[in-house]
T-cell receptor
């Protein structure tokens, strides 16, 4: 069974631009969560989707948004990029809601904002 | 009090010895506990999940859960240089409907 895939793997953007990241979960998994990882803050929760509905959201500004499609694929968007948005963005897939289920991470998208 | 706490390390362990990684959590009603391994520049990889008090063994790895004391640990027997990585503890917080990750412990196995 294929694992979680994320595209693109690397991105370089400049301040003020916007970016869209994509995640395809493991086949049959209905939940997708997004995390931001930086050396100083560790893994920070962005949002969680289950069956196309956002179930939960972390403490990030409204510039960060996401959605999930009927095939469980998910996208996240960051508008008006700031230097501090440089990070590894990770998508995690789980069979059902992750509070009680194992999550499996994709390889991540490394975003650099110049 | 931080929700999930881990010693940042680095924890240095000789090859062949037992590495012991600890994690404490703040929510008494937490029920799901996960250990991830993350190599430098890579994404986290799930290595163990535990839901009940006691020990759970999988190969060289043993997870130990003590809900009364609110800690979960990971033991790695016969440590190998390939075990050198950052180990992340994740705990569910049912009241907030979230999984919270600790900041990880860097483990260094000395050849």
């Amino acid at each position: 069974k294929a694992g979680v895939t994320q595209t693109p793997r690397y991105l370089i953007k400049t301040r003020g631009q916007q970016v869209t990241l994509s995640c395809s979960p493991i086949s049959g998994h209905r939940s997708v969560s997004w995390y931001q990882q930086t050396p100083g803050q560790g893994l920070q929760f962005l949002f969680e989707y289950f069956s196309e509905t956002q179930r939960n959201k972390g403490n990030f500004p409204g510039r960060f948004s996401g959605r999930q499609f009927s095939n469980s694929r998910s996208e996240m968007n960051v508008s008006t990029l700031e230097l501090g948005d440089s990070a590894l963005y990770l998508c995690a897939s789980s069979l059902a809601i992750p509070v009680y289920n194992e999550q499996f991470f994709g390889p991540g998208t490394r975003l650099t904002v110049l | 009090q931080k929700e999930v706490e881990q010693n940042s390390g680095p924890l240095s362990v000789p090859e062949g010895a037992i590495a012991s990684l600890n994690c404490t959590y703040s929510d008494r009603v937490s029920q799901s506990f996960f250990w991830y391994r993350q190599y430098s520049g890579k994404s986290p990889e799930l290595i163990m999940s535990i839901y009940s008090n006691g020990d759970k063994e999988d190969g060289r790895f043993t997870a130990q859960l003590n809900k009364a004391s609110q800690y979960v640990s990971l033991l790695i027997r016969d440590s190998q240089p390939s075990d050198s990585a950052t180990y992340l503890c994740a705990v569910n917080m049912p009241r907030d409907d979230k999984i919270i990750f600790g900041k990880g412990t860097r483990l260094h196995i000395l050849p």
